[in-house]
């Protein structure tokens, strides 16, 4: 199964997510992008049967000017959302769910940004279903991200706990047109990408949304 993972921005540097991912591109044919702006093609999009977003709207880490750019950038988000619809596969993970309200990209993702508390320690529930096999509830450090589910068709499969910011929705799938869409919030931290649970989880959704392909 081809994998396009899109990383770094501000917050988020493509070196933690490449090293908490390395483990499964033994399991998947990976391939990991900086500047999506520059690269990404619609034609590009639809060579790959699932597409992991882990930035926010940036160039890269080192240019914080926004991602998408009506008429410069060639994969905005209506073509992801098209990409979704026509029987892609869309995994949002830690920073793919940093789109605040009224952003276009939150109507693929199903959810918007309020925030985070400090970095602190994260307890991660899940539930008992096909999805979460072989992954088990852990703490670990991260960032406690605080998201508005906007997507009525949004299926939990993990809630995340801490003392300071309560108990979140951490996980969730849903299904748009012919593809598949999932959400995963935890992943700041190497700590939290390199646990054997997330490591499972995000095996498990990479085949999960990548098994309807039906371009």
Known sequence: MKVLVISDDTWHPAEVVEMGLAPLKRKFDMTCICTAKDILTPKYLRSFDVVMVCKGDCINGGNHEPWFEEGVT??????????????????ALHAGNCFREG???????????????????????????????GAEDFTERDEHYQIAVIAGDAVPFAHSVSQTGGRQIAGYTRELGLGRVAVYTPGHTLAMLSHPSTQKILENLIAWAGGKRAV
């Open 74 to 91: 060639e994969v905005m988000p209506r073509d992801f959302k098209r990409y979704v619809e026509e029987g892609g596969a869309f995994i």
């Open 103 to 133: 952003e276009t990209m939150t109507e693929l993702t199903g959810n918007y940004f309020i925030g985070h508390p400090p970095r602190c320690e994260v307890t991660l529930h899940f539930e008992h279903i096909p999805l979460t096999d």
